[in-house]
């Protein structure tokens, strides 16, 4: 149960390390910061793995913009940002983002 979640690099075809995250929840008309971590070495966040995640509307803000500027590189979407519905608490979810300085893509999956 959990979610993981990986950024990818389509420019360099690598796994990208060092984006940071912000996992939020729709609360009411608001989002509310749930927890904050940054891709390790393999572009992965492995911190919300094994958390227990109440159902309901969730995001994932990827600072795309802090790790391109890194990497000498102007994006043109500064933020990333994936809104996924979790439906059962006991699944565990998977988010994917594949970044490039002028386009995404994202995947969601979930499984038992």
Request: net charge negative.
């Amino acid at each position: 149960m959990g979610i993981s979640a990986q950024a990818l690099d389509s420019v360099y075809g690598r796994s990208a390390a060092g984006v940071r995250a912000r996992l939020e929840r729709a609360e009411d008309s608001y989002w509310c910061a749930v927890a904050v971590a940054e891709t390790d070495g393999d572009g992965c966040i492995t911190e919300w793995w094994g958390q227990k995640f109440e159902r309901g509307l969730y995001r994932i803000v990827f600072d795309s913009d802090y790790y391109f500027v890194s990497l000498g590189l102007s994006a043109a979407y500064p933020e990333i940002t994936v809104i996924f519905r979790l439906n059962d608490e006991t699944e565990a979810h998977q988010i994917k983002v594949i970044l490039s300085p002028y386009s995404y893509s994202t995947y969601f999956g979930s499984n038992n």
